[in-house]
Nanobody, 115 residues
């Protein structure tokens, strides 16, 4: 059974940066499409960014130009580089990997942007 584990969350000041990582066990992450989502308590989970198996990337409008999703194929991890963070980026960030009927979610990592 595949599992995903996110790491790298924390507290950062507005304008700062954080790098989130998504590591997998039991599955080969580079063989799956990977997305990052985020959720604020009381609100629906929001899709943030995605990278296909071929390496194509897409972003929600609110993070374009600030966030970069990428793969580290050597370590078989997925990276979300977040720059120029804003208070509205505060959320629990989740990694999602999928291929056909296979869908995997991590447990999430908290990102808090505050002065």
């Amino acid at each position: 059974q595949g599992q995903l584990v996110e790491s790298g969350g924390g507290l950062v000041q507005p304008g700062g940066s954080l790098t989130l990582s998504c590591a997998a066990s039991g599955i080969i992450l580079r063989d799956l499409d990977v997305d990052w989502h985020r959720q604020v308590p009381g609100k629906q989970r929001e899709w943030v960014a995605g990278i296909s198996r071929s390496g194509s990337t897409v972003y929600t409008d609110s993070v374009k130009g600030r966030f970069i999703i990428s793969r580290d194929n050597y370590k078989d991890t997925n990276i979300l580089q977040m720059n120029d963070l804003k208070p509205e980026d505060t959320a629990v960030y989740y990694c999602n990997a999928r291929k056909g009927l296979e869908v995997y979610w991590g447990q999430g990592t908290q990102v808090t942007v505050s002065s």
